[in-house]
Structure formats: structure tokens, C-alpha cells
């Protein structure tokens, strides 16, 4: 019998799929690893993997060193990426501790998702990316592979593609900026950002100024400083323990990041020597402590979107319904913008996500697998018991005593919809106003600074047709501006409604992906100027109260929106993308 390493011996001939094997955890065979993991096919097995070699011997590979366990690294920076910039050097750390380890370090780039920088939005490529690689990971021979990103979509894509490709994985998050300054004033995107641009827009801001501030929000690299989307799903990927523990809100300018891309890099072999598979470690009950930990932070609206679609690509149901039986019974005891005061690096020098995860330990499933080897409930165990409660604040003590995240149902939204209440005026949550309605993005842009609109501070502003299937990609354009009118005259919040999503940087009393959609016929697109909604987040209702016969007259005469011309991936997009409620994943990619 020989092994892979054998085969650069002269007269080494044997089969090489047939002994090339790990054992896994349950002590069954794990098939072909390292450069025998998926050979080309050419009809020949031995030639396959002997022209294999050969190619990899082209880059400067001892024999040695090719007959080790090989590690994957996705490389996701990109000079679109600002949040990734500092890639070079954090890849650079992982691979050192591949090699201390015993393994080869295989860096190889996927598609990068920056923010602020692709058109329509980014959530549009998500799916792309975690199609990406989760063929890249199956397609390529890896026996582990750690997944290195943070920007909003990018962690959430690559966890639905290790969900799908199922080969063992750790997430690396990038880690947030620092903030900055302005003026005495701490400044971190982009919930300041924001905040300033509301300033600006109502006139409490100089153009001089707002180029300062400009200037000044995000300085360093890293993900949004505040609990956004990024910080969120980083919080997540270690709630679910698809991350090493205590990662998630180190700075990605803290020397800390670094040794956390090592001790990633070390773990992987052994993940590749004993794997643990994300089929173990994503599971019903992972995926509920995620939940808690989302509703805790008072995290991003975006992230139900997300959760649900990794979830969805193990079989896994998450319902409204559930998130809010756990709103009601999770506080929010986190003090972070946009829902408190302070910003990550802050909650990272607090105790972390695990200070949050002591804190919710009598909440959690204590049982379950995390990518360190190790159950939730053993790794709480060890944990050091100090945390700095002017960031995170005990159970009995929270910032909020609900989950910082509600879904609502009712007559126009029979499908559900979400609301951040934590970063909301509560003054508006019972309350019932006069529609004035946007009916796309366009229209929007061209009437909401007119100084004839009709509209007062207790309208409720309704946008149509930006949800999934609208030929936008269901934009973060649901934080509607405060008209200027009215922010001139000091109005800060309003109730604002559509199918579209918002930043997690965002704030307001703002109803987010109502579903069904308004390009899909939805009830959405029936309101009119002039309708009265009603809002209830007592009772986890929002109805539009115009009558039967009127809605079915506008439903009878109601005519999809002109489809936007689609090619390629759009069209793609288009056929096979869910509504907000399965996660906007594609229907062919469900577990």
C-alpha cells in the first residue's frame, strides 16, 4: 500500500483513490485528500494526479510540502473593496499558521463584494458569490478551506456556499475600522455618516462641513464601525460557530486580527486531519442561538434576510413567527449604534461576542458543534467572566427589553415584513396615518425634496416596487429620507414603508421587506395616495384599511411593472430569485 507522498519514488506505481483517505469525527472514511481530492478527469486517474504534481512543482512546491494537507484561503480583496484592503497581510497570517500546522496554503481568489460599489446593490451578487465559491471549494482539491471576508454580503455568501459545499470551513471576518474624529466628536461609518447627511440635508450642515466629515468617517480599513450588516453577520458566523471564538469584533487594524488569521490557518489542518463539516455545526439549534444573538445586538434588519438563506441551504425553516417568539424573550443588551452609544472596537475591548453569549448562555443550545472542535457550552465554560457593562449589560439589566428585531403580518403584508424597533421611535409604533405613496425608486428621487409634496409628519411615505424581483435587487433604499421640507423643520422619524431593505447602519421607525412584493402583485402595489395604514407593533400587525371590493377593483386593473431589460445573470436573478421570506436565495440552490 502507498500513499501520494510515496509517488515521486521511482517505481511507485499504485492506485491512488483507493488509499488516500482521512478518517472523519464518526470513524467513517473521508475519501481521496489533498492533491488526490478531485482529479481531473483525463481517464486516468495516476495520470491525472502525476500531471497534477508536475504543474504544482511549476510554482516551486517541495515534494514535501505537496504531500501535506491542502488548505484552501479565499482571497475576497479587490481595490473595489475598501473594507478588504488590509487582505494581503491577514492571508499572508493565515498561511503562516497553515504551514506551523503541517499544511500547504492555497490562497485563490472569488468574486469581492464592496458596498458601495456595485450597481444595483450588492444583494443582487450574493448569490453569485456563494455559487462562487461553493464551486470553487468542490471544484479545486482543498481538504479545508478558510473563507476570509466581511463586507456586508460577502459573509453571508461565502457561509451559504460552505453550507452548500459541505467540505470543512472557518470563517475569518476582516474585523471593523476604528472611528475617527470630527471636530471632538468620535465619527465611525456609517451610522455617523448618516446622522450628518440628515444634518446636511435639513441645513444644520455647511457643504464645507459635510466634505470634512467626508473625509473623516472611515479611515482605517475594516467593515462599518458600528453593529451594521457586516458586524452583524460577523457576529453571527461566531454565534453559529463558523468562526473561531472571540473573532468577530476584533479591529481589522488590531494586531489581534492577525494572530486570529494564524490560529485560522492552524485550525484548518486539523479540520482537515479530523473534519468537522458545516452540515454539524449549522444546524435547527445553531441557527436558534444565531437568532438570539441577532435579536441581543440589536442587529441588521439585513440579517434575517441572510441567516435565512444559510439556513435554507442546510433544510432549515426560519419563520417570522419564530423570530418573534424570540424577540419577545431576548432583550437587547448591547449598547451599540445605531441602537445605543458606542461603536465595536469599543464592544471588542468589552469582552466580545462571547461576553454576549455568557450573558444569553440560560437562552442558548449549549450543545452545539462549533468549528473549533469544541461545544458552545465548553467553550462558555472557559470563558473569563469579566466584561465591561457600560457596553454589554447583564441579562436582568438590558439596553431594551425586547429583541431588537420584530416581523409584522396583516392585510398588507400577509407574508410578513420586519421592523427594527430598536433603532425606532417607539412614540410611532401604534399608530395610524395617511399614505403617500412613491411608486419606484425614480420617482422617489424626483418628487421627495418638491416643494409641493403633500406630505406632513404623520403620513406614512410608501415605496413601491423595489423588492426582490423588481429589476433593482432589492436596494438598501428603504430608509427613505426625511422629505426636506420637513427635516428643515426639524422632523428626525417618520413611519416609512416598502419592500425594499435598509442599511443595518440605518435608524427609524422604517417597515422593511413586506412580502409579498409589489412587482409580484402584492398587496403593496395596490395602496394609493390617500390610504389609510395602520400600524400596530403591539400586535405585530400592519393593515391597510381600505375595503374588499376597492382592493379587488385595484388588483383587477393592476399590471406588472415593465420588465427592465435583463441579460446574463440579471435574467438569472430574475427567474429564480425568493421572496425576502426565503431569504432572497435562488430556488435551485435550497438545501
Not at 361 to 380: Q, Y
Amino acid at each position: 500500500m502507498c500513499k501520494v507522498s510515496d509517488l515521486h519514488m521511482p517505481g511507485a506505481m499504485c492506485s491512488i483513490l483507493a488509499n488516500e483517505e482521512v478518517m472523519t469525527t464518526d470513524g467513517t472514511k473521508d475519501g481521496p485528500v489533498g492533491l488526490a481530492r478531485g482529479l481531473t478527469h483525463y481517464g486516468d486517474a495516476d495520470f491525472s494526479l502525476y500531471l497534477r504534481r508536475s504543474f504544482m512543482q511549476a510554482m516551486g512546491y517541495s515534494r514535501e510540502l505537496l504531500a501535506q494537507p491542502i488548505i484552501g484561503i479565499i482571497d475576497t480583496g479587490s481595490d473595489f473593496n475598501n473594507c478588504h484592503r488590509h487582505f494581503p497581510e491577514l492571508i499572508d497570517a493565515v498561511k503562516r499558521g497553515v504551514l506551523v500546522a503541517g499544511g500547504l496554503p492555497m490562497a485563490f481568489p472569488t468574486i469581492s463584494l464592496g458596498e458601495v460599489f456595485q450597481h444595483p446593490t450588492s444583494l443582487m451578487f450574493r448569490n453569485l458569490m456563494s455559487i462562487d465559491t461553493e464551486e470553487m471549494v468542490r471544484a479545486q482539491p482543498m481538504d479545508a478551506v478558510v473563507m476570509v471576508g466581511g463586507c456586508d454580503k460577502t459573509v453571508p455568501a461565502q457561509l451559504m456556499g460552505a453550507a452548500s459545499a459541505d467540505v470543512p470551513a472557518i470563517q475569518l471576518l476582516a474585523g471593523p475600522m476604528m472611528p475617527s474624529s470630527f471636530r471632538g466628536e468620535r465619527l465611525g461609518a456609517c451610522t455617523d455618516c448618516r446622522r450628518f447627511w440628515g444634518q446636511f440635508r435639513a441645513g444644520k450642515v455647511s457643504g464645507e462641513q459635510i466634505h470634512e466629515i467626508e473625509a473623516n468617517l472611515a479611515t482605517t480599513a475594516g467593515t462599518c464601525a458600528v453593529m451594521g450588516t457586516a458586524s452583524t453577520m460577523a457576529s453571527i458566523a461566531e454565534a453559529l460557530g463558523m468562526c473561531l471564538p472571540g473573532t468577530a469584533a476584533i479591529p481589522a487594524v488590531h494586531a489581534d486580527r492577525l494572530r486570529a488569521g494564524e490560529a485560522s490557518g492552524r485550525r484548518a489542518v486539523e479540520l482537515a486531519r479530523h473534519p468537522i463539516r458545516p452540515s454539524q455545526i449549522i444546524t435547527e439549534k445553531s441557527v436558534e442561538n444565531a437568532l438570539r444573538v441577532l435579536l441581543a445586538i440589536g442587529g441588521s434588519t439585513n440579517a434575517i434576510i441572510h441567516l435565512t438563506a444559510i439556513a435554507g441551504r442546510r433544510g432549515i425553516k426560519i419563520t417570522l413567527q419564530q423570530l418573534n417568539r424570540l424577540s419577545d424573550t431576548t432583550p437587547v443588551i448591547v449598547d451599540l449604534k445605531p441602537t445605543g452609544l458606542h461603536y465595536m472596537s469599543d464592544l471588542h475591548a468589552a469582552g466580545g461576542i462571547g461576553a454576549v453569549l455568557r450573558e444569553l448562555k440560560p437562552l442558548l443550545n449549549l450543545e452545539c458543534m462549533t468549528v473549533a472542535g469544541e461545544t458552545l457550552g465548553e467553550r462558555l465554560s472557559r470563558e473569563i467572566p469579566w466584561v465591561d457593562r457600560s457596553i454589554v449589560r447583564p441579562l436582568a439589566e438590558p439596553y431594551q427589553s425586547e429583541g431588537g428585531l420584530v416581523g409584522l403580518f396583516g392585510s398588507l403584508a400577509p407574508g410578513g415584513a420586519i421592523l427594527k424597533r430598536s433603532a425606532a421611535d417607539p412614540a410611532l409604533f401604534e399608530k395610524e396615518g395617511r399614505a403617500v405613496v412613491f411608486t419606484s425608486l425614480e420617482d422617489l428621487a424626483a418628487r421627495i425634496d418638491a416643494p409641493d409634496l403633500d406630505v406632513t409628519p404623520d403620513d406614512f411615505m410608501i415605496m413601491q416596487n423595489a423588492g426582490p424581483k423588481s429589476g433593482t435587487g432589492m436596494p438598501e433604499a428603504g430608509y427613505l429620507p426625511i422629505p426636506s421640507k420637513l427635516a428643515r423643520a426639524g422632523v428626525k422619524d417618520m413611519v416609512r414603508m416598502s419592500d425594499a431593505r435598509m442599511s443595518g447602519t440605518a435608524y427609524g421607525t422604517i417597515v422593511l421587506h413586506i412580502t409579498p412584493e409589489s412587482a409580484a402583485g402584492g398587496p403593496l402595489a395596490m395602496v394609493r395616495d390617500g390610504d389609510r395604514i395602520r400600524l400596530s407593533v403591539k400586535n405585530r400587525r400592519v393593515d391597510l384599511l381600505v375595503d374588499d371590493a376597492e382592493l379587488a377593483r385595484r388588483q383587477t386593473a393592476w399590471r406588472a411593472p415593465a420588465a427592465r431589460p435583463a441579460r446574463g445573470y440579471a435574467q438569472l436573478y430574475m427567474d429564480h430569485v425568493l421572496q425576502a421570506t426565503d431569504g432572497c436565495d435562488f430556488d435551485f440552490l435550497r438545501g
